[in-house]
């Protein structure tokens, strides 16, 4: 059973829209890591983090420690966010290993 | 400041062939990591290291070797190549310890190497 779950697998949004994607996580997961990787592309790590909130440009990303969730928001969104969007739980354990969500995949419409 | 750089981006070997993929990062990272990226299967871990000389097994470790030899250099090698390794190869490279808050810990991730074993 996969430690990290993400919801949904899919998602399509018109221009503009304000876009949720949801990540959740069991114990032993000390951090959480979000990823985007677009089509054909490499892997940029957007965010990580271990409580609260973080900002940057039109996304923002949440966790809620005790609920054992995190959302990653896309505000405004523009077609160049297409992307799939990942999120990983970092364990507690020696070597931080990551244990992945399956994945979002997002498509703007202009 | 390159980040994390992995050597060669595209490779086609047959099978019972061998082969080294090299991820060097310049970051004086501490934890590296090999995963592969196959089609509905997400990142899953070959192996990583959490220092120079130290190495351990990931979730797919068979069929895969890895050396650390260098802080700077995580090579990945597979001694006879098969059909199942064809696969999009990610290295990744932390730093360990600070505070989250600080931009410690964060991942970064090579540009990802494409290898077809035929």
């Known amino acids: 059973k996969n430690e990290v779950e993400q919801s949904p697998q899919n998602l399509t949004a018109q221009e503009g829209e304000f876009i949720t994607i949801n990540c959740s996580y069991s114990?032993?997961?000390?951090?959480l890591h979000w990823l985007q990787q677009h089509p054909g592309g490499g892997i940029v790590s957007l965010f990580m983090?271990?409580?609260g909130k973080k900002k940057h440009g039109r996304l923002i990303a949440t966790i809620n420690i005790q609920e054992k969730h995190s959302s990653l928001h896309i505000t405004a969104s523009h077609p160049r966010d297409s992307a799939v969007y990942i999120c990983?739980?970092?364990?507690?354990?020696?070597?931080?290993?990551?244990?992945f969500g399956g994945g979002t995949r997002v498509l703007v419409k202009p | 400041n390159a980040g994390v750089t992995q050597t060669p981006k595209f490779r086609v070997l047959k099978t019972g062939q061998s082969m080294t993929l090299l991820c060097a990062q310049d970051?004086?990272?501490?934890?590296m990591y090999w995963y592969r990226q196959d089609p509905g299967m997400g990142l899953r871990l070959i192996h990583y290291?959490?220092?120079?000389?130290?190495?351990a097994k990931g979730e797919v470790p068979d069929g895969y070797n890895v050396s650390r030899l260098k802080k700077q250099n995580f090579l990945l090698g597979l001694e006879s190549a098969a059909p199942s390794q064809t696969s999009v190869y990610f290295c990744?490279?932390?730093?360990?310890?600070?505070?989250?808050?600080?931009?410690?810990?964060?991942?970064?991730f090579g540009a990802g190497s494409r290898l077809t074993v035929l």
């Open positions: 990744a490279s932390r730093s360990w310890g600070g505070k989250v808050s600080s931009g410690a810990n964060v991942l970064t």
């Open positions: 114990v032993g997961i000390s951090a």
């Open positions: 983090l271990s409580s």
């Open positions: 990983a739980g970092a364990g507690v354990a020696a070597g931080n290993k990551l244990t």
């Open positions: 970051m004086n990272h501490e934890y």
């Open positions: 290291s959490v220092g120079e000389g130290t190495t």
